[in-house]
């Protein structure tokens, strides 16, 4: 189950998560995050299959092909330039490691870059045990929306997707 | 504040500019020398605090000659470097001292991680900017960030 963790600019979710970290590290669990830079070797091989399924294929990598490259993932593809923004955090997703841990996974994406992380995302959240990521991004909202808390002064509270925009507002 | 289409993330002509701010981490030469300029500003640290309490009302102290901010945590005391800021906040300190100092910037990056709230007070702050240019990180955040600045959108 992913929590997704929201809230205004300079709430904390950023620190909420670097507290969990350490709490998670000091388990010793295997956690995949952005936060920190830390170097990964292997991929977790059920989310790669997934991936490069046909299904993944013909969904999301409109006929590419996901193959990796000096322990990166690359997607080759006519016509299309990913950011290494976008690559990245594919990469990130597809490592070893049971809890998942993402500070702003959209941050540097383009718009169709994000429409295709919603998509990864949609393949992959089920392969981890626990996960928690902080956004701002409305589209990735769509995926299990019931998990929404609301960050403030490094405090997490659940919320409806209702109060969810009642607190952020939309334009 | 002059807004360019999203697209110019991906253009040489823009990103080779030393006042292209790729990520905003008060590291850069550039980001260096436009803060150097603004702690020399008399209302330097009384400002910056102002609008990092826009934010987050546990600031409250600010250092510009450390660069450091304060805050209160679990009612203890904690000094942090500004670099620890995050995202939006470090977009408008950077912005604000550029605007202060007339140094020219270009953002565009942080400008996803901003709130409702946070883009509206963006605006009101900077859309008069001789100094400020931004490059909407997709193509909706190009239109919206246009209406506003047009006023078509009522905030």
Not at chain 1, 13 to 22: A, G, M, P, R, S
Not at chain 2, 104 to 133: G, H, R, W
Request: charge should be negative; charged fraction near 25%; aromatic fraction near 12%.
């Amino acid at each position: 189950m992913i929590k997704w963790i929201v809230g205004l600019n300079g709430a904390g979710k950023t620190v909420f998560l670097e507290q969990k970290l350490d709490s998670y590290i000091n388990e010793k669990n295997n956690v995949i995050t952005n936060i920190r830079k830390v170097k990964y070797k292997d991929f977790d091989v059920k989310r790669l299959a997934l991936l490069q399924s046909e299904e993944a294929d013909e969904n999301i990598w409109d006929y590419g092909r996901l193959c990796i490259s000096n322990n990166t993932i690359r997607i080759d593809t006519d016509g299309i330039d990913y950011t290494p923004e976008f690559l990245n955090i594919i990469t990130l997703l597809c490592r070893k490691g049971n809890i998942l841990m993402l500070d702003e996974p959209e941050l540097g994406l383009y718009g169709i870059e994000i429409d295709l992380l919603v998509k990864v995302l949609e393949l992959l959240l089920p392969t981890y045990s626990e996960g928690y990521i902080a956004t701002h991004c409305q589209e990735l909202f769509s995926l299990q929306p019931e998990n929404f808390y609301w960050c403030e002064k490094y405090k997490l509270e659940k919320i409806t997707e209702k109060k969810l925009y009642e607190h952020i507002g939309q334009f | 504040m002059r807004i360019l289409d999203s697209e110019n993330r991906f253009s040489t002509e823009i990103t080779i500019k030393k006042e292209w701010i790729e990520r905003i981490k008060f590291e850069t030469d550039y980001e260096l020398n436009i803060m150097e300029q603004y702690a020399e500003y008399q209302y330097a640290d009384r400002d910056l605090l102002n609008i990092l309490k826009f934010f987050n009302t546990d600031i409250h102290n600010l250092n510009s000659k450390a660069w450091t901010y304060t805050v209160l945590k679990d009612g203890k005391k904690k000094i942090l470097p500004i670099n620890r800021l995050s995202n939006g906040e470090r977009l408008f300190v950077l912005c604000y001292m550029a605007d202060i100092t007339k140094n020219n910037i270009i953002v565009c990056y942080e400008l996803s991680q901003l709130a409702k709230p946070s883009i509206l007070k963006f605006f009101e702050m900077f859309n008069n900017s001789d100094y400020i240019t931004i490059v909407p990180p997709t193509p909706s955040m190009q239109h919206l960030y246009k209406s506003l600045s047009k006023g078509v959108i009522k905030k």
